[in-house]
């Protein structure tokens, strides 16, 4: 099956991206001249430029386009203001997860939704399952590029081309008519790599335009970034990955994410199964942990005590700013506490770890 690109392909190759299949998406694993360590490296230090086109995106429209919203996500959106965001899972019934996403707040009866490349056509026919009179709902992906400027310099590169003051879009905020470098965009403050950020949604025929103009700028302390760097920063940040700490067999509070399930709402898609969840206690928990023996963690790993299976790493690795291997698990709750001694199954041998809490990156304020 022949890959689909992005509007930015043409960048890809003229910065001369190591290209892969990614869920069916040919994308920049790394940039030859860099690589991930690198650019995982300027990220943290400076700013990278992301291609994040490949998401997708849902046109939620008309007067019950609240209430169906509210329906679908187990964050109360109820409170959003206009041009706010919020970040969400999205749970069948029985409290797994479709998706996790993010809501944009246009107005009481628009809303815009940023869904997972991989899950976007699955997502749509969940949402138009559940569609109700009032709303119009449409698959806008194939509108928008979209590209993230990452780092601690991002405001301050961004800036120089922006016509709007960019200190007035706090975190988890947007704005929907910006003007960077004379092309229009839409602008919010979210992130996926544990810095500062902005991502960029405009006009597919504008993005290599937006592209070459954000590396002018930032030129000496910007550079492109691949997917193998957005991972290893989402990784190190504890941002949670769909498929590994979020999927349709593992609920938002076994992943420790019980500030984003608003079981105080009416009701939404799952609210049942993860009351009782909440109520009984998950037999199940996600927990940190670090790497005492020598080896290096990777997902699906299966994670023991004293020889029983207790669990599987659903994400790790080497966490390159903190200089440690660390991991994610989800193990049988009783052993989900800071200071376990675990093993972690690295090439059929048992090799030391240790729970803990805090052991991952988070941003210097």
């Given at each position: 099956?022949?890959?689909?690109?992005?509007?930015?392909?043409?960048m890809?190759?003229?910065?001369?991206?190591?290209?892969?299949d990614?869920?069916?998406?040919?994308?920049?694993?790394?940039?030859k001249?860099?690589g991930?360590?690198?650019?995982?490296?300027q990220?943290?230090?400076?700013?990278?430029?992301?291609?994040?086109?490949h998401?997708?995106?849902?046109?939620?429209?008309?007067e019950?386009?609240?209430a169906?919203?509210q329906?679908?996500?187990?964050?109360?959106?109820?409170?959003?203001?206009?041009?706010?965001?919020?970040?969400?899972?999205?749970?069948?019934?029985?409290?797994?997860?479709?998706?996790d996403?993010?809501?944009?707040?246009h107005?009481?009866?628009?809303?815009?939704?940023?869904?997972n490349?991989?899950?976007?056509?699955?997502?749509?026919a969940?949402?138009?399952?559940?569609?109700?009179?009032?709303?119009t709902?449409?698959?806008?992906?194939?509108?928008?590029?979209?590209?993230?400027l990452?780092?601690?310099?991002?405001?301050?590169?961004?800036?120089?081309?922006?016509?709007?003051d960019?200190?007035?879009?706090?975190?988890?905020?947007?704005?929907p008519?910006?003007?960077?470098?004379?092309?229009?965009?839409?602008?919010?403050?979210?992130?996926?790599?544990?810095?500062?950020?902005?991502?960029?949604f405009t006009?597919?025929?504008?993005?290599c335009?937006?592209?070459?103009?954000?590396l002018?700028?930032?030129?000496?302390?910007?550079?492109?970034i691949?997917?193998?760097?957005?991972?290893?920063l989402?990784?190190?940040?504890?941002?949670?990955?769909?498929?590994?700490?979020l999927?349709?067999?593992?609920?938002?509070l076994?992943?420790?994410?019980?500030?984003?399930?608003?079981?105080?709402?009416?009701?939404?898609?799952?609210?049942?199964?993860l009351?009782?969840?909440k109520?009984?206690?998950?037999?199940?928990l996600?927990?940190?942990?670090?790497?005492?023996g020598?080896?290096?963690?990777r997902?699906?790993?299966?994670a023991?005590?004293?020889?029983?299976?207790?669990?599987?790493?659903?994400?790790?690795?080497?966490a390159?700013?903190?200089?440690?291997?660390?991991?994610?698990?989800?193990?049988?709750?009783?052993?989900?506490?800071?200071?376990?001694?675990?093993?972690?199954?690295?090439?059929?041998?048992?090799?030391?770890?240790?729970?803990?809490?805090?052991?991952?990156?988070?941003?210097?304020?």
């Amino acid at each position: 099956m022949e890959l689909r690109r992005t509007p930015l392909y043409p960048m890809h190759l003229k910065y001369d991206g190591n290209m892969i299949d990614f869920g069916g998406w040919e994308l920049p694993v790394e940039y030859k001249a860099t690589g991930i360590l690198a650019e995982h490296h300027q990220v943290r230090r400076k700013a990278g430029l992301f291609d994040v086109s490949h998401m997708g995106e849902v046109d939620i429209r008309g007067e019950q386009a609240g209430a169906f919203v509210q329906e679908l996500v187990t964050n109360d959106i109820s409170t959003l203001k206009e041009n706010q965001v919020c970040y969400s899972p999205m749970c069948y019934p029985d409290g797994g997860c479709v998706d996790d996403l993010l809501v944009y707040k246009h107005s009481r009866d628009h809303y815009f939704l940023v869904i997972n490349a991989a899950n976007t056509d699955k997502d749509f026919a969940w949402m138009q399952e559940h569609k109700i009179p009032g709303v119009t709902l449409e698959n806008v992906s194939s509108r928008y590029a979209e590209l993230a400027l990452q780092g601690p310099l991002a405001e301050g590169i961004l800036q120089s081309i922006c016509d709007t003051d960019l200190k007035e879009i706090n975190y988890y905020w947007f704005r929907p008519r910006v003007k960077v470098a004379g092309i229009d965009c839409l602008i919010s403050r979210t992130g996926y790599t544990g810095e500062d950020g902005f991502e960029l949604f405009t006009s597919p025929d504008r993005a290599c335009d937006l592209w070459e103009a954000i590396l002018e700028a930032g030129k000496g302390a910007v550079l492109p970034i691949g997917l193998g760097a957005r991972d290893t920063l989402r990784f190190e940040a504890k941002m949670p990955l769909y498929g590994h700490e979020l999927d349709k067999g593992i609920t938002p509070l076994e992943a420790h994410l019980d500030r984003f399930v608003r079981l105080d709402k009416p009701s939404f898609i799952g609210k049942e199964a993860l009351a009782r969840q909440k109520e009984k206690g998950p037999e199940r928990l996600l927990v940190e942990f670090e790497m005492t023996g020598r080896g290096i963690p990777r997902a699906h790993y299966e994670a023991q005590k004293n020889g029983q299976n207790i669990g599987w790493v659903t994400s790790g690795g080497y966490a390159p700013t903190l200089g440690k291997n660390l991991g994610l698990a989800l193990v049988k709750s009783e052993y989900a506490k800071p200071g376990e001694e675990i093993d972690i199954i690295i090439r059929n041998k048992p090799v030391k770890a240790r729970t803990g809490q805090g052991l991952f990156y988070r941003r210097p304020k």
